[in-house]
């Protein structure tokens, strides 16, 4: 079993910055990366980004390049997600969750274990 809890959110003004912690419990050892979706009022959980534990390769969504960075302290078994220059329409419930490999990984049906989720609220 694996265990996922998410902290950093909060309420920030637009333009300002928010990091989002995930830490991994449990049986990670089988894990091949780490995701970040988000989920708005009335909207589908959306891709945010993508590590892969190993070697730390990156993936995004567009909505975020540039913005955003995804990192992992593998001795630590947490994954980061650094949120800067931050926009309303970012507003939304921030979930961590381990992918299974890396085809899938840009949709929740390539993840198995998420987080509880962390409110990310951005103010204009």
């Known amino acids: 079993q694996v265990q996922l809890v998410e902290s950093g959110g909060g309420l920030v003004q637009a333009g300002g910055s928010l990091r989002l912690s995930c830490v991994v419990s449990?049986?990670?050892?089988?894990?091949?990366?780490m995701g970040w979706f988000r989920q708005g009022p009335g909207k589908e959980r959306e891709f945010v980004a993508h590590i892969v534990w190993s070697s730390g390769s990156t993936y995004y969504a567009d909505s975020v390049k540039g913005r955003f960075t995804i990192s992992r302290d593998n001795a630590k078994n947490t994954v980061y997600l650094q949120m800067n220059s931050l926009k309303p329409e970012d507003t939304a419930v921030y979930y961590c969750?381990?992918?299974?490999?890396?085809?899938?990984?840009?949709?929740?049906?390539?993840?198995?274990?998420w987080g509880q989720g962390t409110q990310v609220t951005v103010s204009s």
């Open positions: 969750a381990t992918s299974r490999g890396p085809n899938g990984r840009t949709t929740p049906r390539g993840y198995d274990y």
């Open positions: 449990g049986r990670t050892f089988s894990r091949y990366g």
